[in-house]
């Protein structure tokens, strides 16, 4: 295997000077340059990362915690990260901490004691525990989707933050069922403690303002952001002396549960009971009716929480900020309109 010491005699160099044209550590002279370039893919030469982490202390590596991998819009997510990650040059290595503030804390841990650079986290519900664990070791970090309010204090002094819009774009959905018809619009709202299932109650609660409704208690229940806690949930929403006519659901996950529930009560959609949901997914345009959604920008998501990582490594004392970008509102049938005319159109 060809060493560093092998690039620099076949380049007519010194050991510094491959040093610095590999690592980017200082100006070299184009012509310089290009012969240590050309020596490395004549020799095949492939630098030792351990080595360079120990004399840089970096590992060009970070490390991504996200729970419910299998979710199709954490799949995006994490295909974002990765593509961003890879494209700076950065390994990955993933962690699925369950939503559990516990062991949350221990994968974060594992991962900081793999010496990461930087952590990219979507965080539990109470996320004291990992704010306090990055605090105490300064690991740059970064929450993705679910925000903290105040990251910047109880000990998570540089916690940058990546996340969806999530009120507005709920609030476009309930005032369309709202211009619909609807009075009786229910919410099966995701997992109580996530910053997106309290700011898409906001949302909802913004909608029926703007549509003229009443809020009413009865009709907001929670899924617990899986499927299974959806379909009971709806069950309890159908079982009102009176049923609301309308559904949104929080998330894609509990969409599906909405739909099983549904159809054991023997109810269509649009027919009996319009739906709309938060998340869109690969095949919400396969369902039949088509599914009306809020579609969140996963992969973007996931490819600026690296960006930001990755400036706040390189500039670790900037003020600490939360990023938001926007959903889509993407209008199918599923609400009950006969033929939609705003698809893929800005929330």
């Not at 060493?3 to 076949?10: E, G, H």
């Not at 369950?98 to 979507?122: M, W």
């Not at 105040?150 to 709920?170: I, T, W």
Request: with cysteine; net charge negative.
């Amino acid at each position: 295997m060809a060493t560093m010491a092998d690039v620099a005699r076949s380049a007519g160099v010194s050991v510094a000077t491959v040093s610095h044209v590999l690592n980017g550590t200082r100006p070299v002279l184009p012509h310089t340059r290009q012969a240590v370039l050309d020596a490395v893919e004549e020799l095949g030469y492939t630098p030792n990362t351990l080595a360079r982490s120990l004399v840089t202390s970096r590992t060009r590596s970070i490390g991504l915690a996200v729970s419910a991998i299998s979710n199709p819009y954490f799949t995006e997510i994490l295909q974002g990260v990765e593509a961003a990650a890879l494209e700076a040059g950065y390994s990955l290595l993933l962690a699925d901490p369950h939503d559990d503030p516990e062991h949350e804390r221990k994968v974060v841990q594992l991962l900081h004691e793999r010496r990461v650079d930087g952590l990219i986290v979507a965080p539990s519900a109470d996320p004291r525990g990992l704010l306090a664990y990055l605090g105490r070791h300064d690991v740059p970090a970064v929450f993705l989707d679910r925000v903290v309010d105040a990251p910047g204090k109880d000990g998570g002094r540089h916690v940058d933050q990546v996340c969806a819009d999530n009120a507005e774009p709920m609030s476009r959905l309930v005032t369309h069922l709202a211009g619909l018809g609807h009075r009786r619009i229910g919410l099966v709202a995701g997992r109580p403690g996530l910053s997106t299932t309290s700011e898409r109650i906001t949302g909802y609660r913004s909608g029926l303002a703007f549509g003229g409704l009443a809020y009413d208690e009865r009709l907001l229940v929670h899924g617990d952001s899986e499927s299974a806690g959806a379909e009971q949930a709806t069950g309890a929403l159908l079982s009102l002396g009176v049923p609301p006519t309308a559904l949104v659901t929080g998330n894609n996950a509990m969409t599906i549960g909405v739909l099983r529930a549904l159809r054991a009560h023997g109810l269509s959609v649009p027919g009996d009971i319009a739906l709309c949901c938060f998340d869109d997914f690969a095949w919400a345009d396969l369902f039949s009716p088509r599914l009306t959604a809020i579609a969140q920008p996963g992969r973007d998501i996931g490819a600026r929480a690296v960006h930001v990582l990755l400036e706040r490594l390189a500039e670790p004392g900037r003020p600490v900020r939360t990023v938001r970008l926007p959903c889509t509102f993407v209008h199918r049938t599923s609400c009950g309109c006969p033929s939609p005319s705003e698809e893929g159109t800005p929330s």
